[in-house]
């Protein structure tokens, strides 16, 4: 299986400054036919299920605020939120789809500093 | 907009059978390239993917719980399940249901049910 490590586990950031958290995967999730990574970012509230964020590394999910973005290649990625807001306190996960089983980060908790 | 939601015991006892269900609404469970998944998350924890089911029938279990785990689907019904089986404490979780896009158009698993939280307590 293909292991996902992030870091930190968890960060607190002032309201308006950026987060990053780093995604680590133990193998490439690079698709070599497609050059595609195929590595997505999630974000889970308590009492929620996740939510997708982004997929295909940096590719925004429709009505994602454009404050997240993504990056990264091959087995480091990086999701970044530029202005951290109230309603971002959540746990972000990562997860590569390039194999099954889908595996997941142990996740990232962004609180308000 | 495809909608999933689980309904689930609640509470089992240990040794028992753990079963839920996903009722899928607002698209078809035959569609074709979507792979159909249970997810659970330990209290505070992470997330364990245990397995998927296509609607042909095929399915992939988790090492860890491939002794343990059946994923059904039921296509007449638009629905899919789960069974555990000789469940123990280490079992109590909220479990997901989701929809796993597989990559079609590049997209992950896409959408998720609210999750049911089973707690497994004599």
């Known amino acids: 299986d293909i292991v996902m490590t992030q870091s930190p586990d968890s960060l607190a950031v002032s309201l308006g400054e950026r987060a990053s958290i780093n995604c680590r995967s133990s193998q490439t999730i690079l698709y070599s036919s497609d050059k595609k990574n195929y590595l997505a970012w999630y974000q889970q509230k308590p009492g929620h299920p996740p939510k997708l964020l982004i997929y295909?590394?940096?590719t925004r999910e429709s009505g994602v605020p454009d404050r997240f973005s993504g990056s990264g290649s091959e087995t480091d990625f990086t999701l970044t939120i530029s202005s951290l807001q109230a309603e971002d306190v959540a746990v972000y996960y990562c997860?590569?789809?390039?194999?099954?089983?889908?595996?997941f980060g142990q996740g990232t908790k962004v609180e308000i500093k | 907009q495809v909608q999933l939601r689980e309904s689930g015991p609640g509470l089992v006892k240990p040794s028992q059978t753990l079963s839920v269900t996903c009722t899928v609404s607002g698209g078809s469970i035959n569609s074709i390239g979507y792979y159909w998944t249970w997810i659970r998350q330990h209290p505070g924890k992470g997330l364990e993917y245990m397995g998927n089911?296509?609607?042909?029938?095929?399915?992939y279990y988790s090492e860890s719980l491939k002794s343990r785990l059946t994923i059904s689907v039921d296509t007449s019904l638009n629905q899919f399940s789960l069974k555990l089986s000789s469940v123990t404490a280490a079992d109590t979780a909220v479990y997901f249901c989701?929809?796993?896009?597989?990559?079609?158009?590049?997209?992950?698993?896409?959408?998720w049910g609210q999750g049911t939280l089973v707690i497994v307590s004599s």
């Open positions: 989701a929809r796993d896009a597989f990559g079609v158009n590049g997209y992950p698993i896409d959408s």
């Open positions: 295909l590394a940096s």
């Open positions: 089911i296509y609607y042909s029938g095929n399915t």
């Open positions: 997860q590569q789809y390039y194999t099954t089983p889908r595996t």
